[in-house]
């Protein structure tokens, strides 16, 4: 292919759920949002095209200012505290943001007024008298998240005052039955009070006609989405009475001496794509550099996020980017795809910082290699089911297959490389069919995981890169180099050599899931440990190339002493 046949990178917005500042982030999380996220941004940067991965700290949440009170000190104090902890184990794990940032930010604050502004100008924004709960006893309003009771729709006894953690219900404080404040435990009583709402009637059929022209989406995605905007939409309050969060803007404000007002952390903590886009921008020295990510038509995004985050981003979000566009203002482009996955669940219980249900990611990173969590994870991936995980199915899956099948494929091949070649790749003499056959297989795998990639199936993807591994394995058991290497050494070398290529495209296959392991083996075979641009296809390991030496790529893990299950 000449140069000018080469296709131009595509622009590729990765947007991932921000983490509330309250806690650790467990498995669940991991599984749910950001290591997807990871997979599919490691495939495109090394296909050349142009990732920007975002996300960053919630720190505006009421479960922020729950462990605040809790704790006796300042929100932000609680946001400086777990923040430092969320960059440590996304460096431990590999997960590759080009930006992780916090809502607490002057430029995130100043893209949600704008945005805030635009909606309002545009009509879609206005005050309304509503009733929000009152805590008698602590003399205070009662933000959804410091309100627990009775889930209206499916019965549960403990479904909070914004969602609704068993059924996935969006819920108003107002709906709950048998509503208690978690402050005090008293019954809190409806009061009036004056808020912004954000009127989605308004947007309802503009949105419905966009819906209706996705493609490619999780059909629980959509059909939730669908679903949801055809029962009739509602006008939702984007403000709150609490006195931590992003102001209003100032002429605008309609707080009082009695109740100050803040913005709702559903509304802004969306515009965060957003605004860490444009932080981006700003710190690569390019202030306009966003816009190749949310002006062009051709640009593409998807939204990571797990399932009870559906609403917010294949819903309202959409919602505001179709009513912010103005006259000065180009609209800003709608979701490519938004690939919510299920939950995760441990011993049937869903996995929870707030109700602290599943260890953290730091606690398994303490046990495990971060390439070896990567990959048992990512066979279980609930893209279309919850999925209950146990630690004793991490540890089958990678002593199973990643050791048994990939690790030791590598070593065995650089083994007898070394053992018979001096670590030099052989010179390779006629394939035969079976040497053509299994470069074909690998080449295959590739293609096909590469269109699953695109349709961010990673399960399915993954499945190829541990197939051709199979098939690579099932070659050298029927060529038996360890066998011809005491009669024929020029096959024996044939064979290696043809091991070789075919190890180059599997740890091409896997560099998306196993990033650490996938730049050590790359550099053993002499092509340097940067896989970025490289491009979806299998690269040539040289003949007369020294290979490095190898050590194990990963070890056989025992499930740890002090935990049964996960």
């Known amino acids: 292919m000449s140069a000018s046949d080469t296709p131009a990178p595509r622009h590729i917005l990765v947007a991932v759920a921000w983490p509330y500042a309250n806690g650790l982030s467990h498995l669940g999380h991991i599984a749910g949002a950001y290591l997807p996220a990871d997979i599919f941004a490691r495939y495109h940067r090394i296909s050349g095209n142009r990732v920007l991965m975002v996300s960053g700290t919630d720190a505006h949440g009421t479960p922020i200012t729950v462990k605040a009170e809790q704790d006796g000190v300042e929100p932000a104090e609680i946001v400086n505290r777990f923040n430092p902890r969320f960059h440590e184990q996304w460096e431990r794990l590999g997960i590759s943001f080009d930006l992780f940032t916090t809502t607490m930010t002057d430029n995130h604050r100043e893209v949600t007024w704008e945005l805030f502004r635009a909606l309002h100008a545009n009509g879609y924004i206005d005050t309304k008298t509503t009733e929000q709960f009152f805590d008698p006893e602590a003399n205070r309003f009662l933000p959804d998240r410091y309100v627990e009771g009775t889930c209206p729709n499916c019965g549960s006894p403990d479904a909070r005052g914004d969602q609704c953690d068993n059924c996935g219900k969006t819920l108003d404080p107002i709906d709950l039955i048998d509503p208690r404040s978690k402050l005090t435990g008293a019954t809190p009583e409806p009061r009036e009070t004056e808020h912004y709402f954000i009127l989605l009637p308004k947007l309802q059929d503009d949105l419905l006609t966009w819906l209706e022209s996705r493609e490619g989406w999780r059909g629980h995605v959509i059909n939730w989405a669908l679903g949801f905007v055809r029962e009739g939409l509602i006008d939702r309050a984007i403000t709150r009475d609490l006195a931590w969060g992003i102001p209003i803007p100032p002429e605008l404000d309609i707080s009082t001496e009695k109740s100050e007002k803040r913005i709702y952390v559903w509304f802004e903590a969306v515009i965060g794509y957003l605004s860490a886009s444009k932080e981006w921008a700003q710190r690569s020295g390019d202030p306009d550099a966003w816009k190749a990510w949310w002006l062009d038509p051709a640009a593409e995004s998807y ?31 709608l979701p490519t795809n938004v690939p919510a996955n299920q939950y995760v669940t441990f011993r049937g219980a869903k996995a929870s910082k707030s109700r602290g249900v599943g260890k953290s990611l ?31 199915e991490l540890v089958r899956r990678i002593n199973g297959e990643l050791v048994a099948a990939w690790g030791n494929l590598v070593n065995r091949v650089l083994a007898m490389t070394r053992k018979n070649f001096d670590g030099v790749v052989p010179e390779p003499g006629e394939l035969d069919d079976r040497d053509l056959a299994i470069l074909a297989t690998v080449d295959d795998n590739l293609a096909a995981e590469a269109q699953l990639l695109e349709q961010v199936e990673l399960r399915a993807a993954l499945k190829q890169a541990l197939d051709a591994t199979q098939e690579v394995n099932a070659y050298l058991n029927a060529t038996e180099p360890w066998q011809t290497a005491k009669t024929d050494l020029a096959r024996t070398g044939t064979t290696l050599w043809t091991a ?54 990963f070890r056989k893990v025992e499930l740890p002493e002090d935990d049964v299950e996960a």
């Open 500 to 553: 070789l290529q075919a190890i180059s495209g599997c740890n091409l296959a896997f560099a998306p899931f196993t990033p650490f392991a996938a730049a050590t083996v790359s550099g053993w075979l002499g092509h340097g440990e940067d896989l970025h641009a490289t491009g979806w296809q299998r690269r040539e390991v040289s003949a007369g190339t020294t290979l490095g030496e190898p050590t194990p790529l």
């Open 362 to 392: 730091l606690d398994y990173l303490d046990d495990y290699q971060p390439d070896e969590l990567r990959y048992a994870l990512a066979t279980i991936l609930p893209e279309y089911n919850d999925t209950d995980l146990t630690e004793d």
């Open 303 to 333: 939204y990571f996020v797990g399932k009870d985050n559906i609403p917010f981003h294949a819903v309202f979000w959409p919602s505001y980017l179709l009513g912010s566009a103005t006259a000065d203002s180009p609209p800003l482009n």
